[in-house]
């Protein structure tokens, strides 16, 4: 089971171009380079560089910092965008999915039910229901969402409506575990007020999606 979590991990990795686009990215992790440290670093002339810097700019990966100055001129150096760091495989990962899998095995699925609302309880903090306003219900469960470092977006589903965001902010965990649909249900439906179903997908590229009814009875406290 570990072999196989170690793997997981890997799949992280793959969202880092290969060949020259990846080394670049490597290399822009930390302090922000010039196009001629990269050159050189690389054995690749300033114009190619440039082609495959404006390539990863165009795909959100990279980013121009500051200029340096130099000998002769000031040269713009290179870092990589929030994008780009998160397209690093990281160790959290992996660490929630043992933490869970060691709940899971030591604690009944009552207990770990409960510790996960707990969880998604102290996540949440001082945030409360929306009040009456749908519309502020509404959008405090955005805000809420968003906080995990997801881009969510209210939409009509059958019956009621949705909270949807394409691309899991739990992703490296949440394709071998559904707890973390849990905690994120138990925050949505503290900040909604009502029972939330959760639609996640969870294999391939995962993606949330929580539904639930405006005028569904008030859920019960976390």
Do not use: W
């Amino acid at each position: 089971m570990r072999k196989g979590k170690v793997q997981g991990s890997g799949a992280a990795a793959s969202r880092i171009p290969r060949g020259t686009k990846g080394q670049l990215l490597a290399r822009l992790r930390g302090p922000g380079r010039t196009v001629a440290e990269l050159a050189s670093g690389l054995g690749l002339t300033g114009n190619a560089i440039r082609g495959h810097l404006a390539a990863l700019e165009r795909d959100g990966l990279v980013e121009p910092r500051e200029l340096r100055r130099g000998t002769n001129k000031p040269s713009l150096t290179y870092g990589l965008t929030a994008a780009g760091e998160a397209a690093f495989p990281k160790a959290h990962g992996l660490v929630m999915g043992a933490i869970l899998d060691e709940l899971r095995a030591r604690q009944s699925p009552a207990d770990v039910d409960g510790f996960l609302r707990a969880v998604g309880d102290r996540l949440l903090g001082a945030q409360a229901a929306g009040g009456e306003d749908l519309a502020a219900r509404l959008d405090a469960a955005v805000a809420a969402f968003e906080l995990l470092g997801g881009a969510a977006q209210i939409e009509e589903a059958e019956g009621g409506l949705a909270l949807h965001c394409h691309d899991c902010p739990l992703a490296d965990v949440s394709r071998e575990h559904a707890e973390p649909c849990a905690i994120v249900n138990a925050i949505l439906a503290r900040v909604l007020g009502v029972d939330v179903r959760t639609r996640c997908k969870r294999d391939g590229r995962p993606a949330c999606r929580f539904e639930f009814e405006p005028g569904d009875a008030p859920n019960r406290p976390l």
